[in-house]
């Protein structure tokens, strides 16, 4: 046996990537389907001369997209056309936390920005860069292009990001020998007319790069309320010192995130998103 990582799947055929760069199609043995694990894009495996035989431990397992073992979801934000949204972000944020996946923030289309605006849009986020990596980056900015280019090295990414938000222009930017690929393959999956199931990860800048619609939908699936906490790293440093264990940060007295808020050390309207997050998902679970 040996062993690889699977970067396509078409048609039912998996290509397997082995440890030499070498490439193999091979299907899936028939029991996977008998333990309702089939393999996916992104899964290290075992395979022989026909068929994949093991899917190895995985480090994550994404239904949208239908992709394994990220190593980190870059998160792209358009900072105009359309505007920019810190709500929309931390939903983001929210969601990759949940999966165990590093968020890389990324501001698109910053060349539409006047340099007030953009320095505005800064000081907000300057906040964010304490817990995450942040870049502001346009493809017309060659420079900017090449700093964004360094974070796929030796990772696997998938791209997250509201709708608009300039993604697969921005690869394009980056790589210009992918453009009609990534243009096309992920609006038509992203439309959900193709039947064949395509998902492939892409070699881009020494990493690879998955070629799907990405994090496509704001469904927070299984996560729930009393999760929320642990999804934001800021709010679970303090967690240690409110008086209650397991605080949401809502109702409860003495919650030192509620006091940071207050002295300004976390940004207001960050914590009227986590609100607004924690009273969906909380809805969500009475109504269910």
């Known amino acids: 046996m040996e062993e690889g990582r699977i970067v396509k799947l078409l048609g039912g055929v998996y290509t397997v990537e082995d440890e030499k760069g070498n490439r193999v199609n091979r299907k899936a043995r028939g029991k996977f389907r008998h333990v309702k694990s089939s393999p ?10 026909d068929f994949i035989t093991e899917i190895l431990k995985r480090q994550n ?8 073992n990220i190593d980190q979801a870059v998160l792209i934000n358009s900072a105009k056309e359309p505007d920019f949204s810190f709500f929309l972000m931390d939903r983001f944020l929210v969601l990759i936390e949940s999966e165990d996946i590093t968020p890389i923030i990324v501001v698109n289309k910053i060349d539409l920005l006047s340099e007030t605006e ?6 907000k986020l300057s906040y964010y860069e304490t817990f995450y990596e942040v870049y502001y980056v346009s493809k017309h900015d060659t420079e900017r292009l090449r700093a964004l280019s360094n974070v796929f090295a030796d990772k696997i990414s998938v791209l997250a990001g509201q709708t608009g938000g300039g993604k697969s222009s921005l690869l394009n930017a980056i790589d ?14 992203g439309r959900g007319r193709h039947t064949t199931r395509h998902v492939e990860l892409l070699r881009i800048c020494d990493g690879l790069v998955a070629d799907t619609p990405g ?8 996560l729930e309320a009393e999760d929320l906490p642990h999804m934001y790293p800021d709010f679970f ?3 240690s010192k409110c008086q209650f264990r397991g605080c949401t940060h809502m109702n409860e007295p003495k919650c030192a995130v509620k006091k940071a808020v207050a002295n300004q050390d976390i940004p ?3 914590y009227d998103n986590y609100k607004q997050i924690y009273q969906e998902l909380d809805a969500k679970e009475k109504r269910y």
């Open 237 to 239: 440093e303090l967690s």
């Open 118 to 123: 953009l320095a505005d849009l800064q000081e």
């Open 40 to 49: 996916k894009v992104g899964d290290r495996v075992l395979f022989g001369q």
């Open 215 to 222: 994090f496509s939908k704001l469904d927070f699936g299984g």
């Open 268 to 270: 207001a309207f960050r």
């Open 61 to 68: 397992d994404l239904h949208r997209p239908p992709i394994a």
């Open 176 to 189: 210009p020998s992918l453009s009609l690929k990534i243009g096309d393959v992920s609006k038509a999956l």
